[in-house]
């Protein structure tokens, strides 16, 4: 399922693609992307940041960068050990 999303994210984030297309990888990537939070994977959960940052730098859309950084260094504070 994470490979899916990656995959509908960088569908999503193409400049090239029509409006009309970056509505149907949207839907389907917050279809899919639900279903990778419902695992409860944390394995999961860290390779589809890693697959997102690694897109992000592919198309060289840094601002985005900065808050999947922020978010998950903040979801570490959540859980104290």
């Known amino acids: 399922m994470s490979f899916i999303v990656i995959f509908m994210f960088a569908w999503l984030i193409d400049e ?5 297309s970056k509505l149907l990888a949207a839907g389907a990537l ?3 992307l ?14 589809l940041a890693a697959g997102f940052f690694l897109i992000l730098l592919m198309k060289r859309k ?9 978010a998950g260094i903040f979801s570490d504070f959540q859980n104290p050990k």
């Open 34 to 47: 639900l279903t990778v939070l419902a695992t409860y994977k944390r394995t999961g959960w860290i390779g």
């Open 62 to 70: 840094y601002i985005y960068i900065l808050p999947l950084v922020l």
């Open 16 to 20: 090239k693609n029509s409006w009309k």
């Open 30 to 32: 917050f279809i899919s």
